[in-house]
């Protein structure tokens, strides 16, 4: 079956830089699209990041030009670089897989799922 297993979260301060990453396994990974999601706390999770199997790439407002997305298909991973990080990005991420070489941003559009991956940016 297929698993996603996310790495790369702690404790950072403020304008520091993080990198996620997510190893898939169960199926080709080259074949479909990835997502990075987040939940805070008392929020509901919300889109980040997509990948499509072509490489092309969408972020959530909040994160563009600070946050990058992209995919290493040799080793199954996608890897979310996070840089100039807020408070506000304080959140467990998750990694996803669509069952589609397309990107989208919702989460009814991902099947499968990560556990998640604490980041916490202090201020």
């Known amino acids: 079956q297929v698993q996603l297993v996310e790495s790369g979260g702690g404790l950072v301060q403020a304008g520091g830089s993080l990198r996620l990453s997510c190893v898939a396994s169960g199926r080709t990974f080259s074949n479909y699209a990835m997502g990075w999601f987040r939940q805070a706390p008392g929020k509901e999770r919300e889109f980040v990041a997509a990948i499509s199997r072509s490489g092309m790439t969408y972020y959530t407002d909040s994160v563009k030009g600070r946050f990058t997305i992209s995919r290493d298909n040799a080793n199954n991973t996608v890897y979310l670089q996070m840089n100039s990080l807020k408070s506000e990005d304080t959140a467990v991420y998750y990694c996803?897989?669509?069952?589609?070489?397309?990107?989208?941003?919702?989460?009814?559009?991902?099947?499968?799922w990560g556990q998640g991956t604490q980041v916490t940016v202090s201020s």
């Open positions: 996803a897989q669509r069952t589609s070489p397309i990107a989208r941003t919702g989460i009814n559009d991902h099947d499968y």
